[in-house]
């Protein structure tokens, strides 16, 4: 058993946690938007395909989901966009989580293969790109 990686993701949890129920989470989300006020649906979307992917590193994938679904909804609503396809950028979002070691997967093969942190920032800022780009251009074809 690796030790390391039990600690790290057993440490993430409680963060995640505070993260959650202090309201920083939803704070940050709400700022986000004030900043950038009315924008056209496909920045929105971006938007929030990018808030979600940055959610998702400190905040486990399911909390982040749970978390930014209502309030991406709701901030959708409010531009006179379709709330349902906010909710699905939210949740396939959720597993663009490339950047840094936090995700389980990550975690649990970063002692094994060697890898530090800067080789995840390396390899997984590209993916991350792709991801949300390969992501918005089918949700908006398709949707």
Known sequence: ID????????GLIPLGLAFQKTGAAEWIAVTIMGVVGEVPEIVFLLIVG?????????VSNVGATVLLVPLCM??????????????LLVALAASNT????????NALIMRPGGYRTFDYIRAGSGMTIIFLVVLLTMLQLFY
């Open 3 to 10: 030790w390391m990686t039990v600690f790290l993701l057993g």
């Open 50 to 58: 990018v808030l979600t992917s940055c959610f998702t590193l400190v």
């Open 74 to 87: 709701a901030m959708a609503v409010e531009m006179g966009s379709d709330p349902r396809i906010a909710a």
């Open 98 to 105: 490339f950047v840094l070691p936090t995700h389980q997967v």
